[in-house]
């Protein structure tokens, strides 16, 4: 890790929220907002944060699992992300926001007319801004972790220890 963590605090609370008082609590609303306030089904979100969090390389964010009402997606769903290319596992959207995912974090210059045709008639325009703001927030966020080497000293609540 390379920033030192106080004993006894949590690295993403202390990182997130106490070490940058006036971006980091800023910074954590957003990233809370995209789970609480999205409204792009489960599957196309989980499809475009998980493709973040592969080529982000965030072990926390690529071990996370978005929870709607109780439901979460397959335990494979991360091996289809990777292959969203081929798998047999996806419709049209969720492929998409995969596509959307890769190339928003690699060739954001070559978003070109084929794709932007392609996204338009599966995506309405609020819903393309939407993911295109999740996007932006799991690229920065869950790249800082990794930068930082937050991700590998973040436990998951339902991997932490019980008492």
């Not at 409204?39 to 080529?55: P, Y």
Request: some cysteine.
């Amino acid at each position: 890790m390379i920033i030192d963590i106080p004993d006894g605090k949590d690295p993403i609370g202390y990182v997130w929220g106490e070490l940058v008082p006036g971006i980091g609590p800023a910074a954590a609303t957003l990233a809370t907002s995209v789970y609480e306030h999205s409204t792009l089904g489960l599957r196309e979100f989980e499809a475009a944060r998980l493709r973040i969090a592969q080529i982000n390389g965030c072990l926390f964010c690529q071990d996370w699992r978005t929870e709607r009402d109780g439901q979460k997606v397959e335990d494979t769903f991360d091996a289809a992300v990777e292959q969203w290319r081929v798998t047999d596992a996806f419709d049209e959207r969720t492929r998409l926001a995969a596509e959307y995912a890769e190339r928003y974090a690699l060739d954001h210059h070559g978003l070109d007319d084929d794709f932007w045709t392609r996204m338009r008639a599966a995506y309405a325009d609020r819903e393309i801004v939407e993911l295109s703001m999740c996007l932006g927030s799991w690229l920065a966020f869950g790249r800082l972790n990794r930068v930082l080497g937050i991700d590998a000293v973040c436990v998951l609540p339902s991997h932490g220890p019980t008492d």
